[in-house]
């Protein structure tokens, strides 16, 4: 069974490059565009990876997180920011918040798909 991974970005062509790049390498994909709709989405299901932009309209990535982490079912889900921000107390924040770990746009999908198998662990 392949892993099921949720993308949350407001911009389309993120949201696009990232669930080609993850169905490619075998991951079933589900997409949000923005963290209100990534929150409802990971409540209605179980997600074994999830991907997230910072700065987002409605509802932004760390607030995001910052919620999920307070729902047991989703306390050990890894959450890996994908965003513009390399800002060191940015990523101290997201890290606090439940942040597994950190990739900045743009990126190379190969190394998203290496973050993935890594904390996925297949």
Do not use: C
Not at 41 to 64: E, H, R
């Amino acid at each position: 069974m392949s892993a099921k991974i949720l993308t949350v970005d407001d911009s389309a062509s993120i949201r696009l490059t990232t669930k080609v790049t993850l169905t490619n390498a075998g991951y079933e994909v589900i997409e949000a565009a923005n963290g209100a709709e990534g929150l409802d989405k990971a409540k209605a299901g179980q997600f074994d990876l999830i991907v997230t932009d910072l700065n987002m309209p409605v509802m932004d990535g760390l607030t995001m997180i910052e919620e999920l982490r307070k729902l047991p079912a989703h306390m050990g889900v890894p959450i890996i920011f994908l965003t513009t921000e390399s800002d060191a107390d940015l990523k101290a924040r997201a890290k606090a918040a439940g942040a597994t770990g950190w990739l900045t746009k743009p990126f190379d999908p190969e190394n998203l798909v290496k973050i993935a198998r890594k904390v996925l662990g297949r």
